[in-house]
Every structure is written in structure tokens, then in C-alpha cells.
């Protein structure tokens, strides 16, 4: 998640055609980062817990041709239709936010306990990282696969510790405590999300199903961990 305009209550349909040339125009800055941003536009009272009743939204996902739509907040693409992403991303927002205007995201979202923390980021693994290995042509531009292994080294470190960081934090992390086979794995990936549109390596494509694989492993060991220990 790029943004996050906190509204005092759902916006109005007028306002939605000049969102969305708003979006349009950004959609064509000459930036990389241009096409790649993905937000939503949240009433307050929907932001500090999830409520499936109030939960249609406006959002835009990342790519070039994307537009601003109303969706539910489980549905956007970081969360993968489930209700961990949502978790996640209310974490990322409270302790790791800046807010550009207004109160500070601390006072509009509640705690996130890491015991919830790492619940969710295995649902996510289940439920996304892992059918990924039945799809890999999902993996054939830089911007989906650089994207990939970086949300699994933030993923990893979640689990890990039980609390959300950047991704350089996650990457420096995960290149040093996960052994050298991903040293440039990750170095390529933070290198190619500045080229989304370009078509990955097929050593990139192969390297992020290694370690894809070595991530579910990495879960089954700490849910072994976990199990004796209680």
C-alpha cells in the first residue's frame, strides 16, 4: 500500500470523476514509480477495524492501464482476497505511516498483536505465495516478480519477529540472515521494481520459485518450532 486518504465518510459519487482524472494524470508522470502506486480512500471508522459490512471502498491498484474503482477491502491485489492482507496492512500504517496531513495514523488505527501479526502473514502465505508456484507466467515482468520477493522478505521477517518492517529493512534482513543463495536474488529484485514493465530473467523467474519453496519450508519449520514449545 503506496496511500491512504482517510475520509471522515464514504466520498460522494461526484467526486469520483475528478479522482479519477486525478489518477489518470499521474498514470502518465515520467516516473517508474508513476503506474505503480496503489491506495484507497478509507472512512475512519472503516480503518480502525475490519467490518465486512463497511468494507466497499475506492481504490486503485498498480499498472498502467488501472483505474480508480470501489472495491472490497479484502479484494485489493497486496491483501490477495483475504483477511490477512488487511491485517498487515493496518500494521504497516500505524507503526511505519507517514502521515503527509492530519493526525498521526496511531490515534485512527488500533494496535495490531504480533500473535495476529504472524496469523495473518501465514494466511497470506497460503493463500498467495504458494499457489504462485502453480503459476508462474504470473512472474514474467520485473514489477510483479521484484515485487514477490520482496513482500516474501517482509513476510519472513514478520514471522520472524512478530512486527512489520520496511522493505529495506526486510531485504537487508533477509540477505543477511537467510543465507548467501538469495544475496543477489534480492539485490536484483530491489534493482528491477525501478523496470516493472520489462520482462524478468528466467533466472530471476526460477530463483523466485526456489524461493518461494524455501519460504513455505522456512513456515513449516517455525510452526514445528511453535508446536513444541507449547
Partial sequence: MDFVVVTNDDLPEALFPALQAMHVRIAMLDSWCATQLEGSYIPQNALR?????HALHLHI???????LQRMQIEDVRLSRAWWGGWVLLR???????VTLA???????????????LKKAT????????????????????????????????????TLEFGNIASKPVAARWAQEALGELWITLIERAWAGRHHPEEKAQPI??????????????????LATDEYKRN
Fill in 49 to 53: 477495524h475490519y467490518d465486512p459490512a
Fill in 61 to 67: 491498484d498498480r499498472g498502467r492501464d488501472d483505474r
Fill in 91 to 97: 500494521a504497516a500504517l500505524r507503526e511505519k505511516g
Fill in 102 to 116: 492530519g493526525p498521526t495514523t496511531e490515534t485512527l488505527i488500533d494496535p495490531v498483536s504480533p500473535d495476529d
Fill in 122 to 157: 501465514l494466511a497470506i502465505m497460503q493463500g498467495w505465495v504458494t499457489p504462485l508456484l502453480e503459476k508462474p507466467a504470473e512472474l514474467a515482468n520485473c514489477g510483479y516478480q521484484s515485487y514477490t520477493v520482496l513482500t516474501i522478505c517482509h513476510m519472513l521477517y
Fill in 204 to 221: 530471476d523467474v526460477n530463483g523466485t520459485l526456489d524461493f518461494i519453496r524455501y519460504a513455505v519450508k522456512y513456515c513449516q519449520r
